[in-house]
């Protein structure tokens, strides 16, 4: 059964710095992972995707890597915002046959930049 | 381009009774999933449909259902609620393996 875990559970920053959050999994056989962003009560607005073949991902102040074999996966926020504030989600996919398949959820990152 | 449409985006029931969330797949996606969060968790897979049937199925009981129609829009039905049924629940759409999930934003459920 996979297992996500994020660390930390919740990180406070001053605005500016750079900051990582932290995914591991247990079973490597992944087809790709997910980075989701979560504002308070709001629905996951996706942020990076990254197949099983991929070592990394960048859009914009945001950069994801993800190491297979190790089962870890992290997510690089630069010069940090206080509109960065939210709770981040790393999500796995299973690999193996069929069209779709299951996302396997962290239980997030609750992150505050602070002004 | 829409995305992912759930109504209501609120709900309040009381115990006992049955409850129908509904979600429209973004354009171009086939697949749909229901996941239920709880406060403070991560989403839990309940369910998952392609081409009209039920493809897999998380850890919850039969009171949950789904059904998907031939346009791709999904209902979740959940019957004799539980206060523990209490939780945002969210529908994701996607197309195929190698891309990604799109999320709507959710139906909050309180049972009462």
């Known amino acids: 059964k996979q297992e996500v875990t994020q660390i930390p559970a919740a990180l406070s920053v001053p605005e500016g710095e750079n900051l990582v959050l932290n995914c591991s999994f247990t079973?490597?056989?992944?087809?790709?992972l997910q980075w989701f962003r979560q504002d308070p009560g709001k629905g996951l607005t996706s942020l990076l995707l990254?197949?099983?073949?991929?070592r990394e991902q960048t859009s914009g102040r945001l950069n994801a890597s993800l190491d297979k074999s190790s089962g870890r996966s992290t997510l690089y926020i630069a010069a940090s915002q206080p509109g960065d504030s939210a709770t981040y989600l790393c999500?796995?996919?299973?690999?193996?046959?069929?069209?779709?398949?299951?996302?396997?959820f962290g239980t997030g990152t609750r992150l505050q930049v602070t002004l | 381009d829409a995305g992912v449409t759930q109504s209501p985006t609120h709900l309040i029931k009381t115990r006992g009774q049955q409850v129908t969330l509904r979600c429209s797949p973004k354009?171009?996606?086939?697949?749909v999933s229901w996941y239920q969060q709880a406060l403070g968790q991560g989403p839990q897979f309940i369910f998952q449909?392609?081409?009209?049937?039920?493809?897999q199925r998380g850890n919850f009981p039969d009171r949950f259902s789904g059904h998907q129609f031939p346009n791709y829009s999904s209902e979740l039905n959940v019957n004799a609620l539980l206060l523990g049924d209490s939780a945002l629940y969210l529908c994701?759409?996607?197309?195929?393996?190698?891309?990604?999930?799109?999320f709507g934003s959710g139906t909050r459920l309180t049972v009462v």
């Open positions: 354009s171009g996606h086939d697949t």
């Open positions: 990254i197949q099983s073949s991929q």
């Open positions: 449909y392609y081409e009209e049937e039920e493809r």
């Open positions: 079973d490597s056989a992944i087809y790709n």
């Open positions: 994701a759409s996607s197309s195929g393996q190698k891309y990604g999930y799109t």
């Open positions: 999500a796995v996919r299973p690999g193996g046959g069929g069209t779709a398949s299951k996302l396997t």
